[in-house]
Structures are given as C-alpha cells and as structure tokens.
C-alpha cells in the first residue's frame, strides 16, 4: 500500500528535487485530515504544527504541503502570507452536505483569492463527501461559490468522498499537471492546460 502510494505521488510531483507547495484549506469538519489520511501523506511524513494546531506541515515526495483550518482563524490572517507566498497551488476541501456553512466558505475562498500570494495561482476545489446524504453536486457548488467568476486563474472542482478515496486521484492528476505548467515543466499523460481564468467541473 505504502509503495503503491508512493508511486502515485511519484506520479503527480515528480522525484526528489522537485518542490512544490500546496496550500490546502476548508472549513473545520471538511475532510481535510481524512483525505490526507487517504493520499497517504500521515504514512511517510513528519508533521509539524506551526500555528496553534490551525496549520500543519507536511513533506512528501518533493511537495510541501501546507493544511489550513479556515473556521474561526480572523486573528491570525495576518500571519497567513509566510504561509501562502511561494504556493504553486491552492486546494480547497468542502464538506458538500454542509449547506449551512457554503456561505461561510463562500467568504474565506474570497480572502483567499484575494491574497497578493495567491495571485495567478491553481484552485482545485474537492467537493468532499458525495456520499452525504443531501451533498450539493459539484455542479451546484459550482454556482454557491460563485466559481465561474473566478478569473485571472486555473479552477477545477473535483466531487470526492474522502473516506473511500474516491475522485481524489482525479484531483490530484488536475493540480499536479497545473502546477507543472506553472514551472514550464509538461506533465506526462496530463490533461490540455487552460487559457487564464479556465474552470472546470468533473463529474
Ligand atoms: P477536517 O480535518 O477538515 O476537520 P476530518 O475533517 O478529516 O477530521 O473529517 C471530519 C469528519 O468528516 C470525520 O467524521 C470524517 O470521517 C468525515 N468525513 C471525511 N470525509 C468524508 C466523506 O467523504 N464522506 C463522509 N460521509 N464523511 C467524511 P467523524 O465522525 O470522525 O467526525
């Protein structure tokens, strides 16, 4: 299993000498600790809190990776520009049987793209749990968060369930390929890039 995984992040990111840094964000309760969890990162990786237990660290296979509970975190935007500058990527999860809080993460995905550091950046948005009973489809998420009007940047929403890994390679194979363009590097079977401010939804 751990080879397997390994090879799939060889895969993605390259070997060793290759640095690429994600930035992953959501909502507490999204699913981030449980995908990372399912893209193996917890098998290989030391993790180091940095901020309160809000951010953690984590190396793997070339990619840093840096995982952000957005929820609650008003008091410590100010230090979220040593972490954001130098992102090849942002990856935003989102509890999609969660409609309460789309509004919530409607807000914090407008700091975020607002953020001189992420200017230009790939967004990948997992739309986590499609197994939930009432999930918004990737479609409708799409139109709560108002992605089509996302410009000056690569999006692409992903539907995932993060329990079974289901949709996560998908993903993963979308932002490894962007953030290979984005060194001038082509990514080997990825898909064709798009213009500037290019969105997706898969489903
Ligand atoms: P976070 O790290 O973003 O805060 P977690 O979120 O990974 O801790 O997940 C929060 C809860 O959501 C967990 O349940 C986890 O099992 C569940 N979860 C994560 N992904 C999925 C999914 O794809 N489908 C479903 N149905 N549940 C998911 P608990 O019960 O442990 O709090």
Known sequence: ????????????????????KLVMVGLDNAGKTTLLYRLALGEAVVATPTV?????????????????????????????ATYYRG???????????????????????????????????PLLVF?????????????????????????GRDWHIQPCVAVTGGGLAEGMDWISSRVRQGRGETAAGAGGGGAAGAGAVAS
């Open 127 to 151: 739309a986590n749990k499609q197994d939930a009973r009432g999930a918004c489809p990737a479609a409708e998420l799409t139109s709560l968060l108002a992605l089509h009007a996302v410009r």
């Open 1 to 20: 299993m751990g080879i397997l995984l390994s090879t799939m992040w060889e895969r993605w990111f390259g070997g060793a000498g290759r640095e690429f």
């Open 52 to 80: 309160g237990s809000n951010v953690e660290r984590l190396q793997h296979a070339g990619v840093t990776l840096e995982v952000w509970d957005l929820g609650g975190q008003q008091g410590l935007r100010a230090a979220w």
């Open 87 to 121: 992102a090849d990527a942002v990856v935003l999860v989102v509890d999609s049987a969660d409609r309460a809080r789309v509004a919530a993460v409607k807000n914090e995905l407008g700091a975020l793209l607002s953020h001189a550091d992420l200017s230009g950046v």
